[in-house]
């Protein structure tokens, strides 16, 4: 998991550049961040490949595939590959079980940030929004209401504060 942690650190930081007008990963620029976070995820790859097949079946004490692509489409988000990101989103939502609540909103949560990042207020508002209400409310915990609450955040902090994101975070308090 460590070259996850690195790629998904770098990422954040290439962004972080990128919006304070550094070199980052906006419009195509590349940067040391982004190529250390590609390098990264393809360390993260290989390690994986290695684990024997038990560790990559235990979710507590191993690392499996599912969540190496959840984490690599977060990481991909924040360098601005919405493309990347959705496939490794897609791959991991196939892999994990509908009974695994927490993982598959966290996943759908992060592809709700790419439709953001794709110029998608609406859609990614209506995806995180069906997202929440469609979980059960004891299986609603702090991190995907902080994750849903974020991503209004950023929308009103991109796009202005219009009727979909007062219904979106109506939702969210009555949901």
Known sequence: ??????????????????????????????????????????????????????????????????????HQGDALVDLGDCRGADDAFGQALRLYSPAEFLDRSLVTLGQARCRLQ???????????????????????????????QSLGDAVTAKHGDFPAVHDYREALVSG
């Open 1 to 70: 998991m460590a070259p996850l942690v690195e790629a998904r650190a770098l990422a954040r930081l290439a962004r972080a550049r990128s919006a304070a007008g550094g070199p980052g990963t906006v419009g195509g620029r590349g940067g040391a961040e982004v190529r250390r976070a590609s390098a990264a995820l393809d360390r993260a790859h290989e390690a994986l490949d290695q684990l024997p097949e038990e560790e990559r079946r235990d979710t507590v004490f191993g690392y499996t595939e599912r969540q190496l692509l959840f």
């Open 118 to 148: 794709e110029g998608e207020p609406e859609e990614a508002l209506r995806l995180s929004r069906d997202t929440l209400l469609g979980l059960p409310s004891e299986h609603r915990p702090g991190i995907v209401l902080r994750a849903a």
